[in-house]
């Protein structure tokens, strides 16, 4: 696991040269838009719930002593609440809309390796390649919901909650990782089998996940970047995932 992880961390290695090489800079456009508006919108409503949910957490408290401080503490973990859950739905929402303005990145990386292998391609459209992707990623968000809220109970545990931060981190980036190698799986693999692939190339996921997680934490520059490399370096290395297996069962 550890050693895939690395591995697809290096993947991002040469990713920002290979984008200039094969000049896919303008098929980030809209995506980078995307990313900026979701961004945003998030965001500004972050802003506005975290105080709410510091407040309802606050009520708990029923003493009049020590009132002041658990509020604080409670603003403070709202705030974090607010935060993740933000990361959450900017991650999924971004990935599920830039479907379609991926899948040619992809797909040009590959020509670029492997030469014309498009008679190996299912064809899919680009309405199709959308909706997968809002498939993939509805359910990807509802599963790492489902491992989110109890990892953030686990926070209000002294020195467990140490461990739930790196959980919860590789829970996110594995999620961020399988939306990114899904551009490829979906030219390649119908639903199911992409999901057996990721989880079976589970470590490569985090691997990629991580970096991208980590370029969110950039301000402003995090949310340009994050797709272009992220998306490149989940391409190059899903293509050698896939090219180097002995057959792969296309559906029809």
Sequence with gaps: ?????????????????????????????????????????????A???SDN???????????????????SISNFIGAIIVIIIGLILY?????????????????????????????KHRGTSNFQQLIRGIRINIRNLIRELLFTIPILLLKFIPIVNIFSTILLFAVQAYYAG?????????????????????????????????????FLLIPILGIIIVLPLSVTAAS?????????????????
């Design 236 to 252: 190059t290395k899903t293509l050698k995932l896939i090219h180097g297996k002995t057959e792969l069962v296309y559906e029809k």
């Design 53 to 71: 949910i510091g407040n309802y957490i606050a009520q708990i408290w029923v003493w009049d002593w020590g009132k002041e401080t658990f509020t």
């Design 91 to 119: 991650k999924h929402i971004v990935l599920a809309l830039s479907a379609p303005f991926m899948s040619p990145v992809s797909e040009k990386i590959e020509h670029h390796f492997y030469g014309d292998v498009s008679h």
């Design 47 to 49: 802003y506005a719930l």
């Design 1 to 45: 696991m550890l050693k895939n992880i690395i591995s697809g961390i290096k993947a991002y290695v040469g990713a920002f040269e290979l984008i200039s090489k094969l000049k896919l800079w303008k098929y980030f456009l809209i995506p980078i838009l995307i990313s900026i508006v979701i961004a945003t919108l998030i965001f500004i409503e």
């Design 178 to 214: 399988f939306g990114n190698m899904d551009y490829t799986l979906e030219r390649h693999l119908n639903y199911k089998e992409s999901l057996r692939f990721v989880i079976r190339n589970k470590g490569f996921a985090i691997g990629n996940g991580i970096i991208f997680m980590l």
